[in-house]
């Protein structure tokens, strides 16, 4: 197990687990949000690609009204 | 140049004909929003993005919106709310383009809490990369006007000053300053953008040349919302027209309006 800051909070995730791994797990339909790790912006075509090391802090983006 | 109240304005290659750009945030209810869209008929909606962290969903807001939008026939404009350094802001930006799917993007980097005063140096940063990387930037800057013609020469199509500070609803608070960005930038586009209180302030806008209102707070706020939106579009309208038909210029002194000639007639008849 590792365990990852997700917006801001530690949360446990199998070894080997990929960003578009967590984003399922979490029930987010992948157009859904947006995500980002370690400060930086991680398109949702590259989501398979990342595998998320011990603390790295993920970060994930939701629409919302706005002014 | 002859313009009327249905002159059309241009972002990049897209043309708009509504100088109304509406906010989204603080309404009573998805339906009074998409009401109030209608009743603006604005053509440009500003959305936002939040973490995931705070649960809950957005009591269909957003869908309210992308509905309101396609219905209205408008386009959304993403903004980068709440970042601090140009660092946050071009990794929200990219995300807003994402989501959104579109490469508008309003640029917000605040640069002092109290106020919410937008920092000119990040947003230049921050402005110059996005531009670089294909996206259309909407700046929200002050009335600088220096540091407007940097943002204008890193690329940005247009300038959004504020008004007064974000949610104020002070209305135009250095219309000097205002009036120099637009006497010093004539072929610039300029929204002014926030601070925005009551309709007069956006025909205030108008009249003194600006190409276009964004605001939120101000209808949304509202006690009737809908109305309110209504009211701001006319007031757009009239303040635009009023502009392209050209404000007299104000006296010092009294100018009599009517063409009496000489004695007055009646005085002579008494006489």
Known sequence: MITIQLDGQPHELPDACTLAALVD?????PHGIAT???GLFVPLSQRAEIMLREGAAVLLFQPIVGG | MSHTHTDSWRVGEVTLTSRFLLGTAGYPSPQILADAIAASRTEVVTVGLKRTLANGGDNGFV???RAAVRANGARLLPNTAGCRSAREAVQLAHMARELFDTPWIK???VGDEHTLQPDPFELLIAATELVRAGFTVFPY???DLVSGRRLLDAGCPLLMPWGAPIGSGQGLLNPFALRTLRERLPDATLIIDAGIGAPSHAARAMELGFDAVLLNSAVAQ???PVPMAHAFRLAIEAGRTAWS????APQDFAVAST?????PVLLGAAA
């Open chain 2, 63 to 65: 869908e309210s919106i």
């Open chain 1, 25 to 29: 797990a979490l029930g987010h339909a």
């Open chain 2, 107 to 109: 640029l917000e980097v």
């Open chain 2, 141 to 143: 800057c002050t009335d």
């Open chain 1, 36 to 38: 980002a790790v370690d």
């Open chain 2, 222 to 224: 509202a006690r009737a």
């Open chain 2, 259 to 263: 063409p009496v000639g000489g004695e």
């Open chain 2, 245 to 248: 038909a050209g404000v007299m």
